[in-house]
């Protein structure tokens, strides 16, 4: 039987996020979000940041928005697509919906025991552009 502990983590694909239908207009300056990255203790894992301003998200041509990054070191301004993002800041029916969809797909797939998982849906550009794998893909630049 091989030993659990031995293997590598199963990174589960996030095929929820790259078909969210969400407005740019869904967000506004000061809200705070959630870009979720993985799952940590049975629940999802991300990093938490405030919409600062619309800022043109390069990888896919469309509206997104600046972030600022309370941890981000060098790279505390970022911009993403209104549909990585997540309301923390307010209770939101359409971003708990999302997150309800994340967790039923990802949580069975990670380990609840042990750190957090990134399971490494996103990369950041040297423009500072967060663009999801599935983007990439499509030919983001
Ligand atoms: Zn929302």
């Known amino acids: 039987m091989p030993d659990p502990v031995?293997?590598?983590?199963?990174?589960?694909?996030?095929?929820?996020?790259?078909e969210r239908d969400i407005t740019h207009e869904h967000f506004r300056p000061g809200d705070q979000v959630?870009?979720?990255?993985?799952?940590?203790?049975?629940?999802?894992?991300?990093?938490?940041?405030?919409?600062?301003?619309?800022s043109w998200h390069t990888a896919t041509d469309e509206d997104g928005w600046r972030l600022r990054n309370p941890r981000?070191?060098?790279r505390t301004f970022?911009?993403?697509?209104?549909?990585?993002?997540?309301?923390?800041?307010?209770?939101?029916?359409?971003?708990?919906?999302?997150?309800?969809?994340?967790?039923?797909r990802i949580l069975p797939k990670i380990p609840a025991a042990g750190?957090?998982?990134?399971?490494?849906w996103y990369t950041l550009t040297e423009l500072a552009q967060l663009v999801h794998t599935n983007d990439t893909a499509r030919g983001g630049r």
């Open 6 to 18: 031995s293997r590598p983590p199963y990174v589960p694909a996030d095929t929820i996020t790259p």
């Open 115 to 120: 750190g957090p998982v990134d399971c490494g």
């Open 34 to 54: 959630t870009v979720v990255k993985g799952a940590a203790g049975g629940e999802l894992w991300g990093e938490t940041m405030t919409v600062v301003t619309p």
């Open 78 to 104: 970022i911009t993403a697509h209104p549909r990585y993002m997540i309301h923390t800041s307010r209770l939101c029916r359409d971003c708990l919906s999302h997150q309800r969809a994340l967790e039923d």
């Open 72 to 74: 981000g070191g060098t």
